[in-house]
Nanobody
Framework: QLQLVESGGGLVQAGDSLRLSCTAS????????VAWFRQAPGKERQFVGG????????YYPDSVRGRFTVSRDNAQNTVYLQMGSLKPEDTAVYYC????????????????WGQGTQVTVSS
């Protein structure tokens, strides 16, 4: 059973950078596509980046494109979310999720979820 643990969240100032990690156990992460989602209080969960099995393709919504980068190190069983030029509106709980099926990056397609890590961006 794949288990995911996020880390790296915290309190930063607007304009800062932060790197989140998603480390897997129980199975090789290389079998899974991985995505990052976030959810702010009172708002819907939002996709913020994803990466395919090998790392050859990445996906971003327009809201974070150019600021966020997803990468993976399959040897370390870890996927990263590098966030730059952070804004107060990036404040949310960030989740990583993994899937072993084909298709897009819709949250409903992801089988495994981490517990989340809080990111707070002060102005």
């Amino acid at each position: 059973q794949l288990q995911l643990v996020e880390s790296g969240g915290g309190l930063v100032q607007a304009g800062d950078s932060l790197r989140l990690s998603c480390t897997a156990s129980g199975s090789a992460l290389s079998w899974y596509a991985v995505a990052w989602f976030r959810q702010a209080p009172g708002k819907e969960r939002q996709f913020v980046g994803g990466i395919n099995y090998s790392g050859s393709s990445t996906y971003y919504p327009d809201s974070v494109r150019g600021r966020f980068t997803v990468s993976r190190d399959n040897a370390q069983n870890t996927v990263y979310l590098q966030m730059g030029s952070l804004k107060p509106e990036d404040t949310a709980v960030y989740y990583c999720a993994a899937k072993d099926n084909y298709g897009g990056m819709e949250a409903r397609l992801f089988n495994y979820w981490g517990q989340g890590t809080q990111v707070t961006v002060s102005s």
